[in-house]
């Protein structure tokens, strides 16, 4: 679902990072002068270097362009440095290049490694969630445990969305369509696992969630997810109605198309089939 979305949400904070992290390790002031006669507001403390070779570490490792030199630097800073607030960036940086480059392994195991030093950390939360859920599958034998991991991440995404700060680089309404985006993504990733789980009333529930989050941005498989729960549900009514939906926000012919076509055509059968007589 959506991978260039969240890959987008990924780079917002990765640049939130990265700035935070630019200030040399001594004189980091981050107040500006107070006007005469007014008290300074105190400085909101972000990650920051302790040492200059701390700093030099850190930039030289978040310069690498590789994910696998990325996870080797920063598995070597986090040794190097090891009581370091800038650990988590590295392993976030190394995530998001894997999830470009496909490797959804890999970008499992740095979101993993992101939560080790950053446990409320939204977007690691939910870069696992999201591959946790779609990449597990009726045949795995720990199927429920990686659903409840999935489950357990989206949810903790969701109570820690809003720990969130606004990049310099964005716009206000930027910020909050991303952190919306983000919302919905969790409900996404908690729909997809009821769903997995044949809990469709409850899908149902997450799903429109997200589509409430998302608006305009509400991916094609939300809604084609919506039509089957819907129609497993016996409301063929929305079923169809989400059905047409998803054909609507996907390219025709695309696999989604042709799945909610399918789902669609089923759905007018049954609304035309001849009713049985009453006994």
Same mark, same amino acid.
């Given at each position: ?11 917002? /904070? ?23 006669? @007014? ?64 490797? @959804?392994? !890999?970008?499992?195991?740095?979101? *993993? ?21 779609? %990449?597990?599958?009726?045949?795995? &034998?720990? !199927?429920?445990?990686?659903? $409840? ?33 983000? *919302?919905?993504?969790? %409900?996404? /990733?908690?729909?997809? /696992? ?20 998302? !608006?305009? %941005? $509400?991916?094609? /498989?939300?809604?084609?997810? &919506?039509?089957?729960?819907?129609? !497993? ?14 054909? $609507? ?8 198309? &042709? ?21």
């Amino acid at each position: 679902m959506k991978t260039a979305k969240w890959l987008s949400a990924v780079a917002l /904070v990765l640049t939130a990072s990265m700035a935070l992290a630019q200030a040399p390790a001594k004189g980091n002031s981050q107040n500006a002068a107070a006007p005469a006669g @007014q008290a300074a507001a105190p400085a909101k403390k972000g990650p920051a270097p302790k040492t200059q070779a701390e700093y030099d570490a850190f930039k030289a490792a978040a310069a690498l362009s590789d994910p696998e030199k990325v996870e080797a630097a920063a598995n070597d800073f986090a040794q190097k440095f090891p009581d370091s607030d800038l650990r988590p960036f590295l392993f976030q940086q190394a995530m998001g290049m894997y999830q470009q480059a496909n490797n @959804q392994d !890999k970008a499992l195991e740095m979101a *993993r490694s992101v939560l080790k030093y950053d446990p409320n950390n939204a977007v690691a939360l939910l870069t696992a969630a999201q591959l946790l859920a779609e %990449h597990t599958h009726d045949n795995d &034998l720990d !199927k429920e445990d990686r659903l $409840t991991e999935a489950y357990n991440d989206a949810h903790n995404a969701l109570l820690h969305a809003g720990d969130l700060e606004q990049p310099q680089n964005m716009t206000p309404e930027q910020f909050a369509s991303a952190l919306e985006q983000l *919302r919905g993504t969790a %409900h996404e /990733v908690m729909g997809t /696992v009821y769903f997995k789980r044949l809990d469709y009333l409850t899908a149902i529930k997450e799903y429109s969630a997200a589509a409430t989050e998302e !608006k305009e %941005h $509400t991916d094609a /498989v939300v809604y084609l997810r &919506l039509a089957v729960s819907y129609d !497993k549900s016996g409301n063929y009514e929305s079923a169809l109605k989400s059905a047409e939906k998803a054909m $609507t926000l996907t390219q025709p012919g695309s696999q989604i198309y &042709l799945l909610a076509e399918q789902e669609k055509t089923r759905l007018e059968k049954l609304a035309t089939a001849p009713k049985p007589a009453s006994k």
